[in-house]
């Protein structure tokens, strides 16, 4: 059965029925050394780092963010970065501390910090995990020391394995990020870096080919990177090798043994409310009759400042009824088995006909799939996420 089509219309958000889980996202903006292909918001550690000042600006963050949330529990908690795995474990322990006090944190609640192997000390990271964290994400990219110099990684083969090792002796929820179509690479070689990382016993890989991205030394300074062809023989001989060993792709770049998903990921690609403390750090919060963004001073010493004096907010804005069939489908969309039709009611607050003509465009190219119950991208539509998320565009319709 399809779903009843209609034209576009603009339409006014319904009250939501209920508000979507909330996740709390944190993010520690340093690391030892700023990689040359990335564009998140990291800098490189020079000097003494305000260890303790940043937890007290993130405290005074959260603080100002409680009116907006009140009431509801936290059911994932991410702290990402740069490296979070550089903080002192008695500051991480601070912190989970200050949020519990703040928030009712479920008991069940997936707690994850992101770790760079060159931090990896076993007795930090035990520290790590009796201060509350249950899941580590763990940046190794490679197995292979020169890709990793290739990389300017800070670490080499031998340490990525050990910490991948002590991560899982440690905790049961462990994500392994590898990087694929690195410069000069064989399919063989990134089968390699797969086949380690399954042969330690990762239960959760995100594999994610390399992009050259603006504002970044390679983009600057490109090394050469397997053509096109080559990237899809690669991308190809990875995603076997991981379905092969039981891990299921569930998202355009997570890969995952059954009941090892990531939640807080999960909670995102399904429309859910997030909010998110630290620099740069973005948010997505619903009240009943509207749904909101907002995101936090960039430069590091900046947010301080702002989170410390109570506005730490650089930007906020409502996301509009026109836009909003593009920002759901947008993370949807990256779900292999989709989202069930009714999310989309339910998490926007708009009928499903308002986004229509762009489902019947989408499912008229071979790019997505539908009945009653649930919407998902074809393989075609996954290959071509990009074409296939701009048919939601506002402007498209
Ligand atoms: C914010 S980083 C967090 C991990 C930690 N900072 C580290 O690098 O060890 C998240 C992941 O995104 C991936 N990533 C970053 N830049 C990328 C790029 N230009 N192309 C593909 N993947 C990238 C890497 O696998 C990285 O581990
Ligand atoms: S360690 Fe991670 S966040 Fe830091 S610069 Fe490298 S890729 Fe970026």
Redesign the pocket.
Known sequence: MSLPKSAPVALPLRRLASLPPLSLYIHLPW?LRK?P????N?HEVRGDVPWERYVDALVADLESVLPLVWGRRVYTLFI????PSLFPAESIDRLLGAVRARLPLDASAEVTL?A?PGTFELEKFRAFRDAGITRLSV?V?SFDTAALKALGRVHDADEARAAVEGALALFERVNV???YALPGQSPEQALADVSTALGLGARHV?A????L?PNTVFHRYPPVLPDEDGAELIEQAVHGRLAEAGLERYEVSAFAAAGHRARHNLNYWTFGDYIGIGAGAHAKLSLPDRIFRQVRHRQPQRFIDTAIAGDAVSEQHDVESSQMGFEFMLNALRLVEGVPVALFAERTGLPINAIGPALDAAEARGLLQRDHLAMRPTALGLRYLNDLVSLFLPDSE
């Open positions: 690391c990689c292909y990335c564009d998140f990291s990402g970065g740069g490296t992101e760079n940046g990219q990020d590898l990087m995100s994610y080919q390399l992009t991205e």
